[in-house]
Every structure is written in C-alpha cells, then in structure tokens.
C-alpha cells in the first residue's frame, strides 16, 4: 500500500510539474488576462446550451456502460450504475487524465458486482469503443474539410491502421497466450491479465451490443464538438464545423492522455496549435479550451453532490 501511495505521489508531482511548466509556457506567448476576460464574457446563452448537451451526454455515457455491464452478466440498476459513474467521474478530476475516472469506475463496479475483471472489461470496452467513435469523427472531418489540402487519403489510412490496431485488444487473450510461456500462465500477474483480456474478448460474441454502444458513441462524441463549435460562436470565433469535426478528435484524445491535471495544460496548448490553421489568435483558442475543459468538469459536479451524500450516510466507510 506505501508503494502504491509513492507511485501515485510521484504521478500527481509529474503531472503537476507538465501542466504548470506548460501553462507558464503559455503565459509567456498569450495576454492571460484577455484570455480571462474572454472566457467571462462567453454568451450565457450559448453557454447554457453548452451545459444542456453536456448534460446529455453523461446521460448517453452512462447508459451505453450499463449497455456493456448488463451484456456481460451483471445485473445492475440504472440509479446504481449513474452514482458509479457520476463519482469516478468527479474523483478522476483528481486523477491522471483519462485512466483515473476509469479506474475508479471499475473498482465501484467491482465492489458492487463482486467481479473485478467484467468490471474491468466493460470499462476497457467502453473506452475502447468510444476512442473508435472518435477515429470515425476525424475520418468523417477528413472527408469533409481535408480535400481541399489533399490530405484526406492520407489522415484515414492513418486513421485505419489505429482502429485496426484498437480491434486487436478483443484477441488480446490469444495474442497474450501465444506471446507467454505455458509455464508462466500460473503465474499472479500472468493469470490476472489473462482473466482481463479473456473478459474483453468475451464482447466478440456479443456483436448486437457493441453495434448499439459504438452508435451511442458516435452520438456522444458529436455532442462533444459540437460542444465545441457553440463555445467558439459565444466567444465571436468563425470556425467552421467541418473543421472542428477534424480537429476536435485530436483534441479530445489529449484531454484522455494522463499527462494533464483535470485537462489543464498540454490539452490547451494542442488546441492553440489545431486552431492557428484557421487564424484564431493564440488567447482566443486559450479561452475556448479553457471553457472547453471547465465546462466538462461542470458535468463532474454531481458526482460532487453523490460523493457527498454517500459520506453522510456512511462517514466510515473508505468507498465513495
């Protein structure tokens, strides 16, 4: 446990030396407080419609994850799988970017479910698929914008080539059985890894699911740019939405890398960068990947009031 606590420590001192050095980076080459006073004068309109698909798309994640539990044999409630959610959701704000919220959903699940590798897999697969989702937007954003700079062919191969490879985890039981010994199957690390990658390639043959939850996916991630996109229309910025159907998957896969405290920093920057094509000044992309990540930690907020409920009813216990 204190080894664990150390590595978790020396993470969060990491991350916290990134973001701050790349935030005082940025310091340096923008008007901070312009940046400041833009992401005050958002429309509140436009905000408030930001907030609404925010809404609805924690919605639309929690139900394509109850879709993928219950498809694995786990009988859970509606209300139990949002609370799971919603308060992983508000501690991986603490935690590295991405992988933290996850963590903490899987272990909800575990102690609820009493299974820890299907909890596992269907956060994985949930993951998994919703990073497929996004790969389909910035294909579907090459078609649409990168024709006219003759680089569309080009971003979907890549594009294909890392879906390909993302398909490959539902065969990692095999790939990991033929890459190991026999003789070291038995072993802990071996046979946890081996029950995981088992749990996830069980979702092969349950095709009908994984079909419904990449749809819910796609619907999620579109909420997303176009979260986006609205932000930029508060703050007076003429880009197009072909061109954040491009971009905005980039952006997003940077805001799951562990490298960022709550999205704060190297997401920012990549944003500045995705956004200078289209002549927006580096403050103004600053204060839209501001909002950005401020309003999705907004959608966080009732995992705050969930977490709290759950210490009243039960001060003791370590869980959230």
Not at 3 to 18: E, F, I, K
Not at 128 to 134: D, K
Request: charged share 10%; aromatic share 8%; no cysteine.
């Amino acid at each position: 446990m204190r080894a664990l606590l150390g590595r978790a420590a020396r993470s969060t001192a990491v991350r916290v030396a990134v973001t701050a050095g790349i935030l005082a980076y940025l310091a340096t080459r923008i008007d901070m407080a312009a940046a400041a006073r833009a992401v005050v004068a958002i429309s509140l309109p436009h905000l408030a419609l930001v907030l609404s698909l925010v809404a609805i798309d924690r919605l639309l994640m929690i139900w394509r994850w109850v879709l993928l539990v219950r498809a694995s044999g786990v009988p859970i409630a509606w209300a139990d799988a949002a609370r799971i959610f919603l308060v992983s959701s508000f501690v991986g704000s603490f935690l590295p970017a991405g992988v933290g919220a996850d963590t903490a959903r899987a272990y909800g699940l575990a102690q609820q479910a009493g299974t820890g590798s299907e909890a596992l897999a269907s956060v994985a697969v949930d993951r998994l698929l919703g990073i497929l989702a996004l790969a389909a937007m910035g294909a579907a954003g090459a078609i649409v914008w990168a024709p006219a700079a003759g680089n569309a062919w080009r971003i979907i191969g890549a594009i294909a080539v890392r879906t390909a490879a993302s398909i490959g985890v539902f065969w990692a039981g095999s790939i990991v059985r033929w890459l190991v010994p026999d003789h070291r199957h038995g072993r802990s690390v071996t046979r946890r890894v081996l029950r995981m990658s088992d749990a996830v390639g069980r979702y092969r043959n349950r095709r009908g699911t994984l079909v419904h939850v990449m749809a819910w996916s796609i619907v999620v991630q579109l909420l997303r740019i176009t979260q986006a996109y609205v932000l930029a229309l508060g703050l007076g910025l003429a880009v197009p939405y072909a061109y954040f159907l491009l971009v905005m998957p980039v952006g997003l896969l940077m805001l799951l890398l562990p490298l960022s405290v709550s999205g704060f920093g190297l997401p920012q920057g990549v944003f500045i960068w995705l956004l200078r094509p289209m002549g927006v000044p580096d403050g103004a992309s600053f204060a839209l990947s501001t909002l950005i990540v401020l309003t999705g930690l907004a959608g966080n907020l009732p995992g705050l009031a969930l977490w709290l409920a759950g210490r009243r009813r039960d001060p003791i216990s370590p869980n959230p």
